[in-house]
């Protein structure tokens, strides 16, 4: 392998140090040296940049993506080096035969995932966990690809579709499920992630089946982690699992535990900002609440209405029939109903957050917001969103601020302590959604034009921080003998570009992505250059040098 100097750059080390002016020298995979007078069989210009490590995104749902897309775009395209798949439970192992469709009718529910991309995409040549990391790597990934082992998938694999959603498992179930636990764990997954969210429903409209068991269940897999010292738990907290009991769940499990999200919704954000800075004064934990610089912006359909799936009504939508959908909306009564319900919901629907994102019958109405429509109809908002739906045979697509958009709670939760960078969502909600560019976002939005952090303040918490979290070795630091993985931006023009719907998934699928971010200028990975003065290097995804990064034991 050729040896590349880094030259002219200011190196943020990723531990929250002072920008140095250095030379960084990468050979064999490594950070070779970092100083001044270096040489090497050819050089990457930084003059004017920031050279740093890669950025570690902690909250993806990559697991099938992978197969079909192992640049892990957009990621890629944002400084990216090190993903984490797996969150929330939502897993594609260990899965038997028999229940592959039921796995892709889960995503499609929870993570808005197309069930014919994940049929024809995913190889399926693998049951267990382990045989799943090992397909994975068989095939090789752009970047450095991690992942827990999920609390849906485990209940799927030893209790089958018929029971995992209804019942509770039995001793003998748990114990299996634990057993899978360890074998993912020693087979390389970085922990063990589940739900509890009432946002998360699945088949049929029921609560996806990690929500069905006994808490005591969830803790006999993690206390696999206990035993073995090493590993994250990842949670998505609801009933049964919240702010104020993940704490002391922490400190019998003694692994990490980090949590989705804390977001900065008007006037809910400052309960568990308030648990978290209480939890911290009195005494030493390992609890990181993940946190997010963008505002959770959905652009939705009536045909597939996720945003509204906390209401029962829509729920039992998923129960029916697809055709049952047009009758339910064009009843007064129903619809009466599901205002209500959206109304109490945990995370109350905000009206004056709805606006109209894409239609061919309405295109004039483009960007307008949905309670002005209504205003002017003299109706609901609610309702004006169906009458238009019903005119394009629901494929009208409407925008949805649904959380993080109190701009002063998001600057607030950035600057306290022990809040992991999370919740990019990359590889779910493709249709809705895309907040792969969290880390552009903060350097350009956050830093750059706000001032809301230091500069080394945020590429330490893309970087050094959640490599401790996951104590993943030699990653998220730039010194002599880590893992060379870099990202070269430019200070003054970085920022996370725009978001196009495009049509590349199997099976003609259609999702939204973020590829022309602008200031990247070059990034490596394990010496790689995968991007170099902006644009992506070809020959990268035939060497695919991303690793499964090798996770120490906590002290």
Same mark, same amino acid.
């Given at each position: 392998m050729s040896s590349i100097v880094i030259r002219g750059g200011t190196v943020i080390d990723g531990t929250g140090a002072p920008g140095v002016?250095? %030379? @960084?020298?990468?050979?064999?995979?490594?950070?070779?040296?970092?100083?001044?007078?270096?040489?090497? %069989?050819?050089?990457? %210009?930084?003059r004017g940049a920031v050279v740093a490590p890669g950025f570690i995104d902690i909250h993806t749902h990559y697991d099938a993506q992978v197969f079909w897309d192992p640049a892990l775009t957009p990621s890629c395209f944002h400084g990216v080096t090190t993903v984490v798949a797996g969150n929330c439970g939502f897993t594609i192992a260990p899965t038997r035969e028999a229940d592959r469709e039921t796995i892709a009718l889960t995503l499609e529910k929870v993570e808005d995932m197309n069930?014919?991309?994940?049929?024809?995409?995913?190889?399926?040549?693998?049951?267990?966990?382990?045989?799943?990391?090992?397909? @994975?790597?068989?095939?090789?990934?752009?970047?450095?690809?991690?992942?827990?082992?999920?609390?849906t998938a485990l209940r799927l694999f030893h209790m089958g579709a018929a029971d995992a959603y209804d019942r509770p498992a039995t001793e003998a179930e748990v114990q299996a499920m634990c057993a899978s636990v360890r074998e993912a764990m020693e087979a390389g997954a970085v922990g063990l992630a589940t739900s509890f969210a009432p946002t998360h429903v699945g088949i049929d409209g029921k609560p996806v089946c990690s929500r069905v068991g006994d808490f005591s269940e969830f803790e006999a897999m993690a206390g696999e982690l206990t035993k073995l010292?090493?590993?994250?738990i990842e949670a998505t907290l609801g009933s049964g699992f919240a702010f104020d009991s993940v704490y002391d769940f922490q400190r019998r499990v003694r692994v990490p535990v980090t949590y989705t999200a804390l977001l900065a919704i008007p006037g809910l954000w400052q309960h568990g900002a308030e648990v978290h800075r209480n939890q911290l004064a009195q005494g030493d934990h390992q609890v990181w609440p993940q946190i997010s610089v963008r505002a959770v912006t959905l652009q939705t359909q009536l045909k597939a209405p996720f945003a509204f799936d906390q209401a029962e009504c829509f729920s039992q939508l998923y129960a029916e029939a697809p055709e049952t959908r047009w009758e339910r909306y064009r009843d007064a009564e129903w619809r009466k109903r599901a205002i209500e319900e959206l109304a109490h919901t945990p995370l109350p629907t905000r009206w004056e957050n709805f606006s109209l994102a894409e239609s061919e019958v309405h295109a004039d109405l483009i960007d307008r917001k949905l309670v002005d429509l209504a205003k002017e109809r003299g109706e609901h908002p609610f309702d004006t969103m169906v009458a238009l739906s019903l005119d394009e045979n629901l494929e009208t697509r409407f925008r949805y601020v649904q959380a993080n958009d109190d701009e002063e709670g998001v600057a607030h939760l950035l600057q306290q302590e022990q809040m992991a960078l999370g919740l990019s969502d990359a590889g779910a909600h493709v249709g809705m959604l895309c907040d792969a560019p969290l880390p552009t976002d903060l350097l350009g939005n956050w830093v750059r034009e706000r001032g809301v952090l230091p500069l080394e303040t945020a590429v330490r918490k893309l970087t050094g921080e959640p490599a401790g979290l996951f104590r993943f070795e030699d990653r998220g630091i730039l010194r002599e003998g880590a893992h060379a993985d870099v990202c070269v931006f430019d200070p003054d023009e970085v920022a996370p570009g725009g978001i196009r719907r495009v049509h590349d998934f199997p099976a003609g699928a259609d999702r939204l992505t973020a590829d022309s971010p602008s200031g990247i200028r070059h990034v490596l990975v394990?010496?790689?250059?995968?991007?170099?003065?902006?644009?992506a290097v070809a020959s990268?995804?035939?060497?695919?040098?991303?690793q499964r990064p090798r996770q120490l034991g906590h002290a």
């Open positions: 002016a250095s %030379d @960084v020298l990468v050979q064999d995979g490594r950070i070779a040296g970092i100083g001044s007078g270096l040489s090497g %069989d050819r050089e990457l %210009d930084a069930p014919a991309s994940l049929m024809a995409g995913i190889p399926w040549d693998f049951e267990t966990f382990p045989e799943y990391l090992a397909s @994975v790597e068989r095939r090789g990934t752009l970047l450095n690809y991690a992942a827990y082992v999920g609390h010292g090493r590993g994250v394990n010496g790689t250059p995968i991007c170099e003065d902006g644009e990268a995804l035939d060497e695919r040098p991303g």
